[in-house]
């Protein structure tokens, strides 16, 4: 057993803390159940932030670790750790469930036991999928994600639920069984061991490394979602409850790039460089396809869901460009996505309790008619776009600094994601907020409660916060992205995007202590 926190296991804490919210919303009468979740929601928020305050920025390796023998032969173990990539998502996660709980409190009328039930069913389940150090256990948590997730679209959501919950629930499920195998294999081939840690340190052929990479991929990246798996998302979002939606855009997609940084990068060093050529064309296609897509949409939730298809691109982009600077923008702004397409979510969400309508053209003149409201949206509309000052400007001008670094034609083109981004954003600022309000709806258009201000002000507060000082959230992924970047082969090929050269770079782990040291010969 291992539990070196001072005697007290935070991960099991916070993982357990749902899970008794779960029971007490079984036993308590219905006019409660909405004050457990939201009590419980809040103490798992609480018992999360040792994980924060405790953290040791300077050390790589896993912290608040936790292991215990679940099974003999073979032998999988309870085991659990973060590092600086995994605590702050799980953090994001526990700060986002509180506020899908008040989101869905007058919305949400049939059902609320089983409603809230599966909200706080995902949360654990997420939280033990970015804090699992044994893939056995990792599969559990990956799989048992689906089930809330299917019931929060297929259960309560739209005229198309059904259609939509199943296509979500396929998708992932595809990829997923491919996950199965490949952890499998790495389980013959690295040593029979399930443990995460061990697996990374091991090495694999680079023809079985090829096949491993595709296996992930095919999981990973249809949880992103990247271009071209990306079909079911639409869908889901259009037809998932406010609060389902929140946490599809904010916390799951993170588990498919989590799962590139944590598996993909450290495990199989030698197929990820050789296939990053790849991923980063279709992050391009992702970022600029997604936000085209977006320019055309005339229904709110649509419009952000391609935007999201967008947003991720970058993150993979990020993922991919192999460098310090592209890899914490990736990590930053998949946490940035998290706040600012949360926030939109929530704001359509509110907008649709009074209007019952998603369409463009029924929610103009909010300038007038809601302020308040019109004042929150303009800022994580704003924030989305990336403006300097807010927090996804951080993120993505790492992201392409990372990428002009990799290649400087993937970066430019890249860089025009930003300028759609723009363009559709601020197109649907000018016909929500400043556009003619539509008569039959005006009557409709009150302005915030106190729930609901009370929703989106900590939300403006991490917007403003991560845009002005990033410092503190960057120091604690910096060692251990380094750890990412050092697990890299030794010598790296890059094929340099539209130079047609071979760009031969030796890495060292040294090279490394400032962001952008890196030795390299270039040869013709």
């Given at each position: 057993?291992?539990?070196?926190?001072?005697?007290?296991?935070?991960?099991?804490?916070?993982?357990?803390l749902p899970l008794l919210g779960v029971v007490a919303v079984l036993l308590a009468h219905e006019a409660l159940s909405r004050a457990i979740a939201l009590i419980v929601s809040v103490l798992t928020l609480l018992a999360s932030l040792?994980?924060?305050?405790?953290?040791?920025?300077?050390?790589?390796?896993?912290?608040?670790?936790?292991?215990?023998?679940?099974?003999?032969?073979?032998?999988?173990?309870?085991?659990?750790?973060?590092?600086?990539?995994?605590?702050?998502?799980?953090?994001?996660?526990?700060?986002?469930?509180?506020?899908?709980?008040?989101?869905?409190?007058?919305?949400?009328?049939?059902?609320?036991?089983?409603?809230?039930?599966?909200?706080?069913?995902?949360?654990?389940?997420?939280?033990?999928?970015?804090?699992?150090?044994?893939?056995?256990?990792?599969?559990?948590?990956?799989?048992?994600?689906?089930?809330?997730?299917?019931?929060?679209?297929?259960?309560?959501?739209?005229?198309?639920?059904?259609?939509?919950?199943?296509?979500?629930?396929?998708?992932?499920?595809?990829?997923?069984?491919?996950?199965?195998?490949?952890?499998?294999?790495?389980?013959?081939?690295?040593?029979?061991?399930?443990?995460?840690?061990?697996?990374?340190?091991?090495?694999?052929?680079?023809?079985?490394?090829?096949?491993?990479?595709?296996?992930?991929?095919?999981?990973?990246?249809?949880?992103?979602?990247?271009?071209?798996?990306?079909?079911?998302?639409?869908?889901?979002?259009?037809?998932?409850?406010?609060?389902?939606?929140?946490?599809?855009?904010?916390?799951?997609?993170?588990?498919?790039?989590?799962?590139?940084?944590?598996?993909?990068?450290?495990?199989?060093?030698?197929?990820?460089?050789?296939?990053?050529?790849?991923?980063?064309?279709?992050?391009?296609?992702?970022?600029?396809?997604?936000?085209?897509?977006?320019?055309?949409?005339?229904?709110?939730?649509?419009?952000?869901?391609?935007?999201?298809?967008?947003?991720?691109?970058?993150?993979?982009?990020?993922?991919?460009?192999?460098?310090?600077?592209?890899?914490?923008?990736?990590?930053?702004?998949?946490?940035?996505?998290?706040?600012?397409?949360?926030?939109?979510?929530?704001?359509?969400?509110?907008?649709?309790?009074?209007?019952?309508?998603?369409?463009?053209?029924?929610?103009?003149?909010?300038?007038?008619?809601?302020?308040?409201?019109?004042?929150?949206?303009?800022?994580?509309?704003?924030?989305?776009?990336?403006?300097?000052?807010?927090?996804?400007?951080?993120?993505?001008?790492?992201?392409?600094?990372?990428?002009?670094?990799?290649?400087?034609?993937?970066?430019?083109?890249?860089?025009?994601?930003?300028?759609?981004?723009?363009?559709?954003?601020?197109?649907?600022?000018?016909?929500?907020?400043?556009?003619?309000?539509?008569?039959?709806?005006?009557?409709?258009?009150?302005?915030?409660?106190?729930?609901?201000?009370?929703?989106?002000?900590?939300?403006?507060?991490?917007?403003?916060?991560?845009?002005?000082?990033?410092?503190?959230?960057?120091?604690?992924?910096?060692?251990?992205?380094?750890?990412?970047?050092?697990?890299?082969?030794?010598?790296?090929?890059?094929?340099?995007?539209?130079?047609?050269?071979?760009?031969?770079?030796?890495?060292?782990?040294?090279?490394?202590?400032?962001?952008?040291?890196?030795?390299?010969?270039?040869?013709?």
């Amino acid at each position: 057993m291992v539990i070196p926190t001072g005697g007290i296991p935070w991960l099991t804490i916070v993982l357990i803390l749902p899970l008794l919210g779960v029971v007490a919303v079984l036993l308590a009468h219905e006019a409660l159940s909405r004050a457990i979740a939201l009590i419980v929601s809040v103490l798992t928020l609480l018992a999360s932030l040792p994980l924060w305050f405790a953290f040791d920025n300077a050390n790589a390796g896993m912290q608040f670790v936790e292991k215990h023998l679940w099974i003999n032969s073979p032998a999988i173990h309870y085991s659990l750790g973060v590092d600086g990539i995994s605590m702050p998502l799980i953090l994001l996660t526990t700060f986002l469930t509180p506020l899908c709980i008040l989101v869905s409190w007058t919305s949400v009328q049939t059902r609320m036991k089983e409603f809230l039930i599966s909200l706080l069913v995902m949360e654990t389940a997420t939280i033990g999928v970015f804090a699992a150090l044994d893939f056995v256990l990792f599969y559990v948590f990956w799989e048992t994600m689906l089930i809330p997730m299917y019931l929060l679209i297929g259960v309560w959501g739209g005229p198309n639920r059904v259609y939509a919950a199943i296509k979500f629930f396929l998708y992932t499920l595809a990829g997923s069984i491919l996950l199965l195998v490949a952890i499998l294999v790495l389980f013959f081939e690295g040593g029979r061991t399930f443990d995460i840690l061990a697996l990374t340190h091991a090495s694999y052929a680079s023809g079985l490394q090829s096949l491993l990479f595709w296996a992930f991929f095919a999981a990973f990246a249809v949880k992103v979602p990247m271009f071209p798996f990306h079909t079911w998302l639409p869908d889901a979002h259009v037809e998932a409850p406010t609060a389902g939606s929140i946490i599809l855009a904010s916390v799951l997609l993170k588990m498919g790039t989590y799962g590139f940084l944590r598996f993909s990068l450290p495990m199989l060093p030698d197929a990820s460089v050789a296939f990053t050529p790849v991923i980063m064309t279709l992050s391009v296609i992702a970022i600029i396809y997604g936000a085209y897509m977006a320019l055309a949409q005339s229904d709110l939730k649509k419009l952000i869901a391609y935007s999201s298809v967008s947003h991720m691109g970058f993150v993979t982009l990020g993922i991919f460009a192999l460098n310090a600077q592209g890899i914490e923008g990736a990590v930053i702004q998949m946490i940035n996505h998290g706040i600012t397409t949360g926030a939109l979510f929530m704001c359509v969400g509110i907008i649709y309790e009074r209007t019952h309508s998603r369409q463009i053209t029924d929610n103009g003149g909010l300038a007038n008619a809601m302020p308040k409201y019109a004042t929150f949206f303009v800022i994580f509309a704003l924030s989305s776009v990336g403006l300097p000052g807010m927090n996804s400007f951080v993120g993505e001008f790492l992201v392409l600094v990372g990428t002009f670094a990799w290649s400087k034609l993937t970066g430019t083109l890249a860089a025009l994601g930003i300028i759609l981004a723009a363009a559709y954003i601020l197109y649907l600022v000018q016909r929500m907020i400043y556009g003619p309000a539509s008569p039959q709806m005006l009557p409709k258009l009150t302005d915030l409660n106190a729930r609901e201000f009370g929703m989106l002000v900590p939300l403006v507060v991490l917007v403003f916060w991560i845009g002005l000082y990033p410092k503190p959230l960057l120091d604690v992924m910096h060692a251990s992205v380094e750890r990412v970047i050092a697990s890299q082969s030794t010598s790296v090929l890059v094929q340099k995007g539209g130079g047609g050269q071979s760009h031969t770079l030796t890495m060292t782990a040294e090279s490394f202590g400032h962001p952008l040291s890196m030795k390299g010969e270039v040869a013709p």
